[in-house]
């Protein structure tokens, strides 16, 4: 725990800029069937996991991310009953879902059952509502999930991914939103974590023409800081079948009966607010 300890680093080649934590050293590393998952001692920032190189979360600062996408969709639709998360292998978006008392049921579709098995050994504070008798916790890849879900049986999908690469590419295409808006009922939103805006722009871009193709009549992005990712900002993307994006229940969300650390009306507010060189996304 000195300034002599190591540092772990992910390099991002794409924006040339790296993100570091000293760390203490390595608690557990496992290779399953999909990916390594490598959980580390921060001197600073509590645990870190880490997927194929990749930061997912620390101890530290995974509020900021579980919450917003959580949050901001929960409070936008009328009445979110039926929850379906895809990804979110660490179970700290499921628990914010959870939250919500309105909704009913909430399925967690992850493809790897070794990310959920690490976050409860390492993270049991994110897994604390995995017995809640409205969660599901499924093993599966999210892909064939969507495909195969009853029509009009959700009202809000979540996908908390890893990047779009490896099993998480087929998250970010045409057809995997049409299965979403197939999914969905009337007024139902999907939200999708969609990475850095300030270098992923084009990602971005392309993601909101996959969803408009695939039926989702309005979306919108949302930003928000995460210290541990691709330069420290980052966004989600919110696509409805019909209906409006640009306001949210505040009332609901100012009276809220949970606590939560980041969320709230303002930061809602906030993450809403189209800065300028975002204005080619339309929103
Ligand atoms: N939001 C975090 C980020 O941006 O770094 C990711 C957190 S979460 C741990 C990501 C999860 O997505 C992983 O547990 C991974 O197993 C899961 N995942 C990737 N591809 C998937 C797929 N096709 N179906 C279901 N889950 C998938």
């Not at 590393?29 to 645990?47: C, M, Y």
Request: glycine share 8%.
């Amino acid at each position: 725990m000195t300034k002599d300890s190591p540092w772990f680093y992910e390099n991002f080649e794409q924006s040339g800029s790296a993100i570091g934590f000293r760390v203490t050293g390595k608690l557990d590393e496992v290779r399953s069937a999909f990916q390594l998952i490598e959980i580390w001692n921060t001197t600073d920032w509590g645990k870190l996991m880490v997927i194929d190189g990749a930061i997912m979360l620390t101890s530290r600062d995974n509020f900021l991310y579980h919450e917003m996408m959580a949050h901001p969709v929960l409070f936008t639709h009328t009445n979110p009953k039926r929850v379906v998360i895809i990804g979110g292998g660490d179970c700290g978006t499921l628990r914010e879902v959870l939250k919500h008392k309105e909704v009913e049921n909430a399925v967690q579709v992850d493809i790897d059952e070794q990310v959920t098995r690490m976050s409860e050994k390492y993270f049991p504070e994110l897994c604390e509502s995995n017995h809640d008798p409205r969660a599901e916790l499924l093993f599966d890849d999210g892909i064939a999930y969507m495909r195969n879900i009853a029509p009009e049986s959700v009202d809000v999908v979540i996908v908390d991914s890893t990047d779009p690469v490896g099993p998480a590419e087929g998250l970010f295409n045409e057809a995997f939103y049409a299965s979403c808006a197939r999914a969905l009922r009337s007024g139902g939103i999907l939200v999708q974590q969609s990475e850095s805006p300030l270098v992923h722009l084009s990602l971005i871009k392309a993601m909101r023409h996959h969803m408009a193709v695939a039926g989702f009549a309005h979306s919108r992005t949302l930003t928000f800081p995460q210290p541990c990712y691709p330069t420290g900002w980052w966004s989600c993307t919110l696509a409805r079948k019909g209906g409006e994006l640009s306001g949210f229940r505040e009332r609901g969300a100012y009276s809220k009966t949970f606590s939560t650390r980041y969320y709230n009306v303002e930061t809602h507010r906030a993450a809403l607010a189209t800065p300028e060189f975002m204005r080619e996304l339309g929103d």
